[in-house]
């Protein structure tokens, strides 16, 4: 089991120095930073210089200890607590591809993450229709990148050339792919192909989730 994972959410002045030493100074005290981002930006009134709002989410360290060493380092930091994205948002599913095909898969997806979230799960699905090989294949490579992202699934009619490298190289990350049945060659570099979008969604969270039965890697290869 994962160690639980704390997250806050630290106001302070636009400085490139002052993010390093926030996270410079909680790692000091213990905790291993996991991920750092800059969600806002205040420009101030006056002259005085603008502000940022930053998140944090660490590991080994509890609130209390986190908050005590970000008020010792001082600079002016309001610093709040804050709920781990993962404890919000929990595991991602990703489609990419048509807005048609787009729409049909988070159909499906959605309806069946209900229903396990219902059971506990937290599974969310995020959607980006896409047009072009270049823009698709640069959206699968970015899959590897994205916080909590478990599966994508690729929605469309004719997918090929860089995208099936792409998928490839996503799928090396350790991320599974489920495809569209579509012209191209995309359908020879995925785990599995599904021809029906609202079953390729309902399949997608029935893979990721902790609470169904289905196994992606034993279908691995099969058309449905």
Do not use: C
Not at 120 to 136: C, F, K, N, Q
Not at 184 to 198: C, E, F, K, N, Q
């Amino acid at each position: 089991m994962l160690p639980p994972t704390v997250a806050l959410r630290v106001v302070h002045e636009d400085r490139p120095e002052l993010i390093a030493a926030i996270a410079a100074h909680l790692a000091e005290a213990g905790a291993r930073v996991r991920t750092l981002a800059t969600v806002r930006r205040y420009e101030a009134a006056d002259d005085r210089p603008p502000r940022v709002e930053s998140e944090l989410e660490f590991e080994d360290l509890d609130e209390a200890a986190a908050v005590e060493a970000l008020v010792a380092l001082g600079q002016g930091l309001d610093i709040a607590t804050t709920s781990a994205a993962v404890r919000v948002w929990g595991k991602r599913v990703i489609v990419v591809g048509g807005g048609a095909q787009v729409a049909q898969v988070a159909l499906g997806a959605v309806s069946e993450a209900d229903r396990h979230n219902l059971r506990g799960e937290r599974i969310s699905v995020d959607t980006i229709p896409l047009v072009g090989e270049e823009a698709i294949a640069g959206a699968v490579r970015a899959v590897a990148d994205l916080p909590r992202a478990h599966l994508l699934v690729l929605a469309g009619s004719i997918m090929g050339g860089d995208i099936s490298r792409a998928a490839d190289e996503l799928r090396e990350h350790g991320i599974p792919i489920i495809a569209l049945n579509m012209a191209g060659s995309i359908t020879r570099h995925v785990d599995l192909v599904v021809s029906d979008p609202v079953q390729a969604g309902t399949m997608a969270v029935m893979a990721v989730a902790d609470t169904a039965t289905f196994d992606l890697a034993r279908q691995r290869g099969r058309r449905f």
